[in-house]
């Protein structure tokens, strides 16, 4: 292992960093980039530290939201327990948005853990990013056209006005993605959400929040499954894409919610069409997939 391999374990971090939160899938985009850039690891490590280093994304979210986040606090608690005692501590509101992002979580958590295997296995190729990747971004294209064209207007705002029916749909949203990589968790969780009703930037940011335990639990998932040894110069290669993948994310989340106070996502279902084709030719050319 050399410092080509911490170099590349730098690049994966930056892609994971800035794919994560787009919705344009950061899963697609580490297997396509596996297809130019190789790492002097194992396969089973490789799939783990793919995986692990998503730890990093979320601390990002958690640092930049961390006073939605943490459910304790006198401060700023418009809705405490009670009056009295621990409970003028405990923020309702947000005790009752975590349960809302945990029922979000089910229909993924169920097919995550009995099937993450076989779709390893099966559906993480590039054909099935390329398709994908268009799909899905044709998906985008016409959700927009459709909400434009109608002038439907957002009936959700703001994230306490999610009820547990609209999460529970947009976990459906999101099982998507876990099964066909290429589609992006937080596309299909967005898309979803438009469709709900829900405007943009509410959208957007119960997506990075969903995002927290969703990936938390499969960096475990993968973790409890590896069963090689680590060595010294893995761990760093680990710390060198959690810590390049925090970092970017940190401009990226503010970047997109910036962005979308007046775009659409027109922009990133081109982006996907697009990329998705030139995967496929190059697939056909036998440039990747070999």
Known sequence: ???????????FGIVEGITEWLPISS??????????????????????????????????????????LWPFGKKDNKRPLSKDGFGRYIKVNTFQMWFKILVACIPAAIVGVL?????????????????????????FLVTEYILKVKKI???ITKIGQITYKHAL??????????????????????????ILGIDRRT??????????????????????????????????????GMVSAFLVSLFVIKALMSYI????????????????????????AGVIGR
């Open 1 to 11: 292992m050399g410092i080509w391999d911490y170099l590349v374990a730098l690049i």
């Open 27 to 68: 899963t697609g985009h580490m297997i396509l980039l596996n297809e130019f850039l190789k790492i002097n690891v194992s396969d089973d490590f490789f799939d783990l530290y793919l995986v692990v280093i998503q730890l990093g994304a979320i601390c990002a979210v958690i640092l930049l939201y961390i006073r939605d």
């Open 115 to 139: 099937f993450d295997d076989w779709l390893d296995e099966h559906l993480y190729n590039y054909v099935s990013v390329a398709i994908a990747l268009i799909v899905f971004g044709i998906v």
């Open 153 to 155: 207007e957002p009936k």
């Open 169 to 194: 749909l947009i976990g459906v949203f999101q099982l998507i993605a876990a099964i066909f990589p290429g589609t992006s968790r937080s596309g299909t969780t967005i898309v979803g959400s438009l």
């Open 203 to 240: 959208a957007a940011k119960f997506t990075f929040f969903l995002a927290v335990p969703v990936m938390a639990g499969a960096s475990l998932l993968k973790i409890i499954k590896f069963k090689g040894d680590v060595t010294g110069g893995e761990v760093v290669l680990l710390l060198i």
């Open 261 to 284: 106070r007046k775009h659409n996502f027109n922009v990133f279902a081109w982006y996907r069409i697009v990329l998705g084709i030139i995967v496929l030719v190059f697939g056909i």
